[in-house]
Nanobody, 121 residues
Framework: QVQLVESGGGLVQAGGSLRLSCAAS??????LGWFRQAPGKQREFVAA????????DYEDSVKGRFTISRDNAKNTVYLQMNSLHPEDSAVYYC????????????????WGQGAQVTVSS
């Protein structure tokens, strides 16, 4: 069974930091990513990283503030979030991709349950 389990969400003040973790199990993946969804808004891509080559991609609004990384030995992907804005408040979902595509925003077959991130103003 494929399982993606997020952790590390919480409530922080604007300008603060959080580190999300996603433990993946049950299968090998080509790419792991983070998406987020705020109430009343569509789910949006945040960041992704390839498992083997550590190629990263970020949504423009988080560049310079968020860093995605992975520990292949632990089958875990992280999202370090710095300089958080209230607009970053959302449920953050970990997602995994199996068939490789050069587009990091496409073809995510597995999803975690989400971690709530709330940034107070």
């Amino acid at each position: 069974q494929v399982q993606l389990v997020e952790s590390g969400g919480g409530l922080v003040q604007a300008g603060g930091s959080l580190r999300l973790s996603c433990a993946a199990s049950g299968r090998s993946f080509s790419r792991l990513g983070w998406f987020r969804q705020a109430p009343g808004k569509q789910r949006e891509f945040v960041a992704a990283i390839t498992v083997n080559n550590e190629i990263t991609d970020y949504e423009d609004s988080v560049k310079g503030r968020f860093t995605i990384s992975r520990d292949n030995a632990k089958n875990t992907v992280y999202l370090q979030m710095n300089s958080l804005h209230p607009e970053d408040s959302a449920v953050y979902y970990c997602a995994a991709q199996r068939p490789y595509t050069p587009n990091p925003r496409a073809i995510y077959s597995y999803w975690g349950q989400g971690a709530q991130v709330t940034v107070s103003s």
